[in-house]
């Protein structure tokens, strides 16, 4: 904030400049030190002369306004909080909702009498949609009259006789003190006020930290609690819309004419978010909707796997906010321990920025249409620095795209998550932080190992020890790590011997059980345990690479008792499996459960023949009892059989009263 003047945006209506004033005055009792001007500007919405669209008509209001800021024109925005559009704008932050006035609407009228004088027929002039609903649902006979313009010249027509009454917001007409004129304020039983409406809403560019402190001040927590919940519903209807119109890949940013230059813009960041006029349209409620629902089910947005029951978990894929950051955490190894969270935006990724650790290949298939970005580093070899990262994950969701930031663990628990999660706060983009199973829990537990445990230990601490012990400007205390009942160590096989020595020194008892869980939660999981003192040899001679987790405390004695996902049967034995790859999923789950690795390798693929008329014949000839027995000799067959079966526009009950036989269990549950 250098200049010694600062520019507050808004528009040129005399209620936007009281209201700016209002802001200024507020804003320089805590900058004293600066000067304040304020700055009109004429907005689309102000120029127009017809009905506001009931869609996308928010950003008429601010567009222009928020373009000066963003473009250094101006240094803060002051909008009515009710004209401020869900979706934000690029490198704009929303820094202060002021202290609200009033939200009731007002009624005005001609005589000066109040709501139940008027006559059914009577004119009420507004230029909502929602008041006019709710004129209409009170039964009297009220007529709603389209009427745009301020506050001064909707007065000067009812004075003028063009209608017999208004309805206005009171906070309006208290600021510019017309509030004299007011027949009956309207309680909220009788007209619902707009969500937002008596707020005001103060933007400034991200990067003004001095601003956004500033501003910070004149906040009242009260009335953001009462404006953010309209914005949230509206994302949510938000998604709704996005959901219908990803089925169509025309549709997403940058795709066909119907979006519109303006819309392009919102999703990146500018513009309003509704398509350019006469822009084509091809929605759910058009041709080409129409035709999608014949072919994929009828319902937008739902599998028919969905509508019918599915046993398993689905989520939408697709309902999601333009342009958002999700920072998801993997888990530890497993990639069946992400959590529903991290799937439901892993299906919803138009890009995934995945690291190194805790990253299987069955998790980016689990976004098969997704860009794959690997910003994976190891010792002394990054493939981007973390500055790269940060300015890829904030170009991505410029360009309006669904972003994944995949994360071994967890994004907080040393995963550099909270550093990206503040260059994306900075850069003004929408982000969500999805937790995710940290190793320093899953990794002991899945070898048996309770961090906290009532006989053994009430305090544990994790920490990393990737740092050398006595590094300058470390933040590790060594003796406070010594004096917890269980200490947890991350990414630090390297220095594990050092790390060992300095807990000794700080007071551990050399005796004190360790254990070094390498490959925690994969098939591989390898587990050593160890005195304090040799825990360090031990895990170099079982050849434990990282990505590892070191537990030091008595709960190590528990392992002998509980075991581990490393002591079931098949544990770091690698099964190839050569079945079909429709017949191997059951097999390769139960060897996966008894801890194998398993690689699916088929050996054979099952095809239809070239001509299925041999089969089609002898279908043909069950009705006429030519075959006393149909025997089936795999389970392919029975699929083959029954799919020609249906084909014919017949089913089992075409067997009649021939007799059907399985070789083989597996072709008897398929039949």
């Given at each position: 904030?250098?200049?010694?003047?600062?520019?507050?945006?808004?528009?040129?209506?005399?209620?936007?400049?009281?209201?700016?004033?209002?802001?200024?005055?507020?804003?320089?009792?805590?900058?004293?030190?600066?000067?304040?001007?304020?700055?009109?500007?004429?907005?689309?919405?102000?120029?127009?002369?017809?009905?506001?669209?009931?869609?996308?008509?928010?950003?008429l209001f601010?567009?222009?306004?928020?373009?000066?800021?963003?473009?250094?024109?101006?240094?803060?925005?002051?909008?009515?909080?009710?004209?401020?559009?869900?979706?934000?704008?690029?490198?704009?932050?929303?820094?202060?909702v002021?202290p609200?006035?009033?939200?009731?609407?007002?009624?005005?009228?001609?005589?000066?009498?109040?709501?139940?004088?008027?006559?059914?027929?009577?004119?009420?002039?507004?230029?909502?949609?929602?008041?006019?609903?709710?004129?209409?649902?009170?039964?009297?006979?009220?007529?709603?009259?389209?009427?745009?313009?301020?506050?001064?010249?909707?007065?000067?027509?009812?004075?003028?006789?063009?209608?017999?009454?208004?309805?206005?917001?009171?906070?309006?007409?208290?600021?510019?003190?017309?509030d004299?004129?007011?027949?009956?304020?309207?309680?909220t039983?009788?007209?619902?006020?707009?969500?937002?409406?008596?707020?005001?809403?103060?933007?400034?560019?991200?990067?003004?930290?001095?601003?956004?402190?500033?501003?910070?001040?004149?906040?009242?927590?009260?009335?953001?609690?009462?404006?953010?919940?309209?914005?949230?519903?509206?994302?949510?209807?938000?998604?709704?819309?996005?959901?219908?119109?990803?089925?169509?890949?025309?549709?997403?940013?940058?795709?066909?004419?119907?979006?519109?230059?303006?819309?392009?813009?919102?999703?990146d960041?500018?513009?309003?978010?509704?398509?350019?006029?006469?822009?084509?349209?091809?929605?759910?409620?058009?041709?080409?909707?129409?035709?999608?629902?014949?072919?994929?089910?009828?319902?937008?947005?739902?599998?028919?796997?969905?509508?019918r029951?599915?046993?398993?978990t689905?989520?939408?894929?697709?309902?999601?906010?333009?342009?958002?950051?999700?920072?998801?955490?993997?888990?530890?190894?497993?990639?069946?321990?992400?959590?529903?969270?991290?799937?439901?935006?892993?299906?919803?990724?138009?890009?995934?920025?995945?690291?190194?650790?805790?990253?299987?290949?069955?998790?980016?298939?689990?976004?098969?249409?997704?860009?794959?970005?690997?910003?994976?580093?190891?010792?002394?070899?990054?493939?981007?620095?973390?500055?790269?990262?940060?300015?890829?994950?904030?170009?991505?969701?410029?360009?309006?795209?669904?972003?994944?930031?995949?994360?071994?663990?967890?994004?907080?628990?040393?995963?550099?998550g909270?550093?990206?999660?503040?260059?994306?706060?900075?850069?003004?983009?929408?982000?969500?932080?999805?937790?995710?199973?940290?190793?320093?829990?899953?990794?002991?537990?899945?070898?048996?190992?309770?961090?906290t445990?009532?006989d053994?230990?009430?305090?544990v601490?994790?920490?990393?020890?990737?740092?050398?012990?006595?590094?300058?400007?470390?933040?590790?205390?060594?003796?406070?790590?010594?004096?917890?009942?269980?200490?947890?160590?991350?990414?630090?096989?390297?220095?594990?011997?050092?790390?060992?020595?300095?807990?000794?020194?700080?007071?551990?008892?050399?005796?004190?059980?360790?254990?070094?869980?390498?490959?925690?939660?994969?098939?591989?999981?390898?587990?050593?345990?160890?005195?304090?003192?040799?825990?360090?040899?031990a895990?170099?001679?079982?050849?434990?690479?990282?990505?590892?987790?070191?537990?030091?405390?008595?709960?190590?004695?528990?392992?002998?008792?509980?075991?581990?996902?490393?002591?079931?049967?098949?544990?770091?034995k690698?099964?190839?499996?050569?079945?079909?790859?429709?017949?191997?999923?059951?097999?390769?789950?139960?060897?996966?459960?008894?801890?194998?690795?398993?690689?699916?390798?088929?050996?054979?693929?099952?095809?239809?023949?070239?001509?299925?008329?041999?089969?089609?014949?002898?279908?043909?000839?069950?009705?006429?009892?030519?075959?006393?027995?149909?025997?089936?000799?795999?389970?392919?067959?029975?699929?083959?059989?029954?799919?020609?079966?249906?084909?014919?526009r017949?089913?089992?009950?075409?067997?009649?009263?021939?007799?059907?036989?399985?070789?083989?269990?597996?072709?008897?549950d398929?039949?």
């Amino acid at each position: 904030m250098p200049r010694s003047v600062l520019r507050v945006g808004t528009r040129g209506s005399a209620l936007a400049l009281a209201q700016a004033e209002n802001v200024r005055k507020a804003i320089s009792q805590v900058v004293s030190h600066r000067n304040f001007e304020l700055v009109p500007i004429t907005t689309r919405g102000d120029t127009m002369s017809g009905p506001i669209p009931p869609v996308g008509g928010k950003g008429l209001f601010t567009n222009d306004i928020q373009d000066a800021l963003a473009t250094g024109k101006i240094d803060l925005a002051v909008h009515s909080a009710k004209d401020l559009p869900a979706l934000p704008f690029e490198g704009i932050v929303l820094a202060a909702v002021p202290p609200r006035e009033d939200p009731r609407d007002a009624l005005i009228t001609r005589h000066g009498g109040g709501l139940s004088k008027l006559q059914p027929g009577a004119t009420v002039g507004t230029s909502s949609l929602r008041r006019t609903v709710q004129l209409l649902a009170m039964g009297r006979g009220l007529v709603p009259t389209p009427m745009r313009g301020n506050v001064d010249t909707r007065l000067r027509k009812l004075s003028a006789g063009e209608v017999q009454s208004l309805v206005l917001a009171l906070a309006g007409l208290r600021r510019l003190g017309k509030d004299s004129r007011v027949a009956e304020v309207l309680p909220t039983t009788v007209m619902l006020p707009a969500p937002g409406q008596g707020a005001l809403a103060v933007e400034c560019r991200a990067g003004d930290k001095d601003m956004r402190e500033a501003l910070s001040k004149i906040e009242d927590p009260l009335a953001r609690r009462a404006f953010e919940p309209r914005r949230v519903v509206q994302r949510a209807a938000r998604r709704a819309c996005d959901a219908r119109r990803e089925h169509d890949p025309a549709a997403r940013p940058g795709g066909d004419a119907r979006w519109g230059p303006r819309a392009a813009r919102r999703r990146d960041g500018h513009g309003s978010g509704f398509p350019r006029r006469g822009a084509r349209r091809t929605d759910a409620r058009g041709r080409r909707g129409r035709d999608h629902r014949r072919r994929h089910g009828g319902i937008s947005g739902v599998s028919p796997a969905r509508r019918r029951g599915s046993s398993r978990t689905r989520i939408p894929a697709r309902t999601r906010l333009v342009g958002t950051v999700y920072l998801v955490g993997a888990g530890p190894g497993d990639p069946g321990l992400i959590t529903v969270r991290g799937l439901a935006a892993m299906r919803a990724a138009d890009v995934v920025v995945y690291d190194r650790l805790g990253v299987s290949p069955a998790l980016l298939d689990l976004a098969p249409r997704a860009e794959r970005i690997f910003a994976g580093k190891s010792p002394r070899r990054h493939a981007m620095t973390q500055a790269q990262i940060n300015r890829t994950l904030v170009a991505h969701a410029r360009r309006g795209r669904a972003v994944v930031r995949l994360k071994g663990g967890d994004p907080f628990v040393f995963g550099r998550g909270g550093e990206e999660a503040e260059a994306l706060a900075l850069a003004g983009m929408p982000f969500e932080v999805v937790p995710g199973v940290t190793s320093a829990i899953a990794g002991p537990a899945a070898a048996g190992i309770p961090v906290t445990h009532r006989d053994a230990a009430a305090s544990v601490v994790i920490a990393t020890a990737h740092e050398a012990p006595g590094k300058a400007g470390s933040r590790l205390d060594w003796g406070s790590l010594a004096g917890a009942d269980t200490v947890v160590l991350l990414m630090g096989v390297e220095r594990l011997p050092e790390a060992a020595a300095a807990l000794i020194a700080a007071g551990k008892p050399k005796s004190t059980p360790a254990a070094v869980i390498g490959s925690a939660t994969l098939p591989s999981q390898q587990t050593v345990v160890a005195p304090l003192s040799r825990i360090a040899t031990a895990a170099r001679r079982a050849g434990i690479t990282p990505p590892a987790v070191t537990v030091v405390g008595d709960v190590v004695r528990l392992r002998e008792v509980l075991g581990g996902w490393d002591t079931r049967p098949l544990s770091g034995k690698r099964v190839l499996v050569t079945r079909t790859r429709e017949q191997a999923s059951e097999l390769s789950g139960v060897l996966r459960e008894l801890g194998a690795e398993v690689v699916e390798a088929p050996a054979i693929r099952v095809e239809p023949p070239r001509s299925c008329s041999a089969v089609d014949r002898a279908i043909s000839h069950l009705s006429s009892r030519r075959y006393s027995w149909v025997v089936f000799t795999s389970a392919n067959g029975v699929r083959f059989f029954f799919s020609r079966l249906r084909a014919a526009r017949l089913d089992a009950r075409a067997f009649g009263g021939v007799r059907a036989a399985a070789v083989g269990a597996g072709t008897a549950d398929a039949l």
